[in-house]
């Protein structure tokens, strides 16, 4: 079945250091989600990617999905003590029936040292 | 409008009983789906309901566990007979159709004693 990896499992960064996490995918994706989930929280959904290549900006944070559509990127630009939590990422696969079921990533923790 | 809403947010059970685990989604959704989550994991995927129909149970196990999403009322996660290893936080997700991002409830944590 689909697999997802997400890479580093853990991350800590100093305040204002960048950070990156990346997404891999065994299969060829329709579309790619990230989310958010704080410690003790729930995940809370970020954004969507569905086109080859699409880069999409949310402030601080961009987000691209590769030219294959295997895999994905989320980058935070000088991060703050509030972007602590583990990012996933979800894919759902390109079947071209009706499957909508999304396959997390493990996520990346990310701790910020202020 | 209310987010999707699970109950209850904790759950203590001991082995044998079961489990009845709600989730209420956002008003206007009519898929909804279920993930365990285990420390430090990610999310499995368990089952995807639209109203009155299972969608996809590939990821729930075939015994102990079912799934209802009714015409009325909340969608319900059943375990039965709850073991050590049922112990999770289970959660729900919701969403106006089947291609967008889902919203997550808070959770429900089983604690299995």
């Known amino acids: 079945g689909q697999q997802v990896m997400q890479i580093p499992q853990y991350q800590h960064v100093q305040e204002g250091e960048d950070f990156t996490t990346y997404c891999n995918s065994s299969?060829?994706?329709?579309?790619i989600q990230w989310y958010k989930q704080r410690p003790g929280g729930h995940p809370v959904f970020l954004i969507q990617?569905?086109?080859?290549?699409e880069v999409k900006k949310q402030k601080r944070l961009t987000f691209q999905f590769g030219e294959a559509k295997k895999n994905s990127s989320l980058h935070i630009t000088a991060t703050q003590t509030t972007d602590v939590g583990t990012y996933f990422c979800a894919g759902r696969e390109n079947s071209g029936g009706s499957n909508y079921k999304l396959t997390f990533g493990k996520g990346t923790l990310l701790t910020v040292n202020p | 409008n209310a987010g999707v809403m699970q109950n209850p947010r904790h759950l203590v059970r001991r082995r044998g009983q079961e489990a009845r685990l709600r989730c209420s989604p956002m008003k206007g959704h009519s898929h909804v789906y279920w993930y365990r989550q285990l420390p430090e994991e990610g999310l499995k995927f368990m089952v995807y309901l639209q109203k009155e129909n299972i969608i996809d149970e590939s990821g729930m196990p075939k015994e102990r566990f079912s799934a209802e999403f009714p015409k009325e009322g909340p969608s319900i996660l059943r375990i039965q007979q709850v073991v050590r290893g049922d112990s999770a936080a289970y959660f729900c997700?919701?969403?106006?159709?089947?291609?967008?991002?889902?919203?997550f409830g808070q959770g429900t944590r089983l604690t299995v004693v």
């Open positions: 997700a919701s969403s106006p159709n089947p291609t967008t991002g889902a919203f």
């Open positions: 990617l569905v086109k080859s290549g």
């Open positions: 299969t060829t994706l329709s579309n």
